[in-house]
Structure formats: C-alpha cells, structure tokens
C-alpha cells in the first residue's frame, strides 16, 4: 500500500498513519526480491508469451499444461493465481445442447471403440465427424479425422455442402498420412454420410473398422466433439467470416499451425520425460 501511495503522500505521514517504522519501509525497499518473487516474475513472463500465442484463448488449466510439458514444476493455483493478477483470461466454453436424429446404423456395424478414448499406438483408432462453420455467404462444412494416441487432426476436408465425397476426402487424406497398412477402427456417429453404402464400401477396401455411436449418444463421440469445441471456442466463434474461402483458411491455419503443432511438442516433451524416468530407473535398480 505505501509503495502504491508514495508518489500521492510523504512516506513519513503515511508510515505515521498505519504505526510502521519509516527505517522498517526503506529496508523492506532495498531488500533484493526472493527466489519465490524471482521465479514468479520469470513464470509470468512465460505464461504471457503461452498465452500471445495462443490468441488470448488459453486459460490457466491448458497454459499449465504446457508448461508443465515444458519442464516448469508449479500448481495450476498458481499459474491462475498470476493470470487473474495480471488480467489474463481464456476463452471460456459455451455450452449449447442441441439434438438431432440418429440414423439406423448398418447391419454387421457395432460400436467397437465403447467409449474407450485410449491407444497405445498411432493409426490404431480414429475418429470422425463433420462440424459447421457460418459465413456470410452461407455454411462452411468441416469434416475430420482425429487420432485418438496423438491427438493430432490427420485428416480433414472443407465444403460449402454436407456430403459424401466431404467424408470420403477426409479420410482419403488421413489415410495418404499413415506410414503402414494395419486395421484401424474408426469410429463416428449415424449421421447419413457415415451409413451410406458408398462410404462403408470405401472403408472395406482400405481395411478400416467401421464403429458408430448409440442412439442419441454424443458422448460415445466425446474425443471428436472435444476437438470441435475447441476450434469453436478458440478461433471460430471469435471470427466474422465475410466468405468460405476466409474461414477455410483460417481453419486451415488453426489446425496446421497451432493445434496439430502443439500436440506433437507434447507428445515429444512426454517421450523425453519417459525417457529420463527409465534412464533413472535403470541407474537407480
């Protein structure tokens, strides 16, 4: 409080004001900060450079994240604590409950994936589905191919209509990315474009595993929706996109640039952890 009022009122008068001694405030003034100061002062630097770069969308939970990829050991507590102090604020999540019918899923056609978002190795297990964007020359369709190991968008297609050749081409591209030939189950909802016979002949051909979500079941899609709301919050939704072409590109730039980067630095942040860990382990055994 003094040190906010000394330009306004004498340090004496004020010292006399609140009983503390005018020797007792100049200590305090002189004193170097504290290796608890310092490390807050270097923390905070970082937390606003995660923060830039993301856009101003990141709040403290995925700026702790990254940091903590990173090798910086603090509290998510604290992480916000110094955000809110500085004014720092993510983007926060709007929820929009909406239902739509479900189409009947094909005969032979289960849900194999079961709510089980986990995979051991890339190329195991996808998932997909198709999102709208709005602009002011009509709807922009997104579909993607997201990899549930990596997290990473490995395919995905843009047009002005919801189709087949929209799924098919998001598919076809994920599929162009993968290095071997091995099954993968991928796995979406019943929406027309996944129960078409077309689309299940070209999942056959290239050895995939067709798995659909229940009746009226978005949360057997949760990992896809996750990524989508995502998109929405932190670029969409703050956007006003005059044409298609604009918001293509713009969602080009999200996933190419900012996401799909960001989840392989994690994912090589945590190799190196491991790494370290079974190198100590082995040293240690």
Not at 48 to 68: F, N, T, Y
Not at 87 to 110: F, H, T
Not at 157 to 178: D, I, K, Y
Not at 188 to 200: A, L, P
Request: hydrophobic content about 35%; charged content about 25%.
């Amino acid at each position: 409080m003094l040190e906010c009022c000394r330009e306004a009122f004498p340090i004496r008068l004020m010292c006399r004001c609140l009983r503390v001694s005018t020797s007792g405030y100049y200590g305090w003034r002189e004193r170097p900060p504290s290796a608890r100061a310092r490390f807050n002062e270097d923390l905070l630097g970082r937390i606003k450079k995660l923060h830039e770069e993301s856009d101003g969308v990141m709040g403290a939970p995925r700026i702790w994240e990254d940091l903590s990829y990173a090798g910086v050991h603090c509290s998510k507590n604290r992480v916000a604590r110094l955000m809110r102090a500085h004014g720092l604020r993510g983007v926060p999540q709007q929820r929009r409950w909406r239902k739509k019918g479900a189409g009947e899923r094909p005969m032979g056609i289960a849900n194999h994936l079961d709510r089980d978002f986990s995979a051991g190795e890339p190329n195991r297990k996808w998932v997909t589905d198709i999102t709208y964007i709005e602009t002011a020359e009509g709807w922009l369709y997104l579909s993607a191919v997201l990899d549930l190991c990596t997290g990473i968008i490995v395919g995905w297609s843009m047009g002005p209509r919801q189709t087949r050749e929209l799924v098919l081409q998001a598919v076809l591209m994920a599929l162009w990315q993968r290095d071997d030939r091995s099954t993968v189950v991928l796995h979406s909802d019943r929406g027309c474009q996944f129960t078409s016979s077309e689309y299940q002949r070209f999942l056959k051909g290239h050895n995939l595993v067709c798995s659909m979500s229940a009746v009226g079941s978005c949360a057997d899609n949760a990992a896809m929706e996750g990524f989508f709301g995502l998109l929405k919050r932190e670029r969409v939704n703050r956007r006003i996109y005059q044409t298609r072409a604009e918001a293509r590109a713009d969602v080009f730039d999200y996933i190419a640039r900012f996401h799909n980067p960001r989840r392989r630095r994690q994912l090589m942040a945590a190799k190196q952890r491991q790494l370290v860990l079974t190198q100590l382990s082995v040293e240690t055994g």
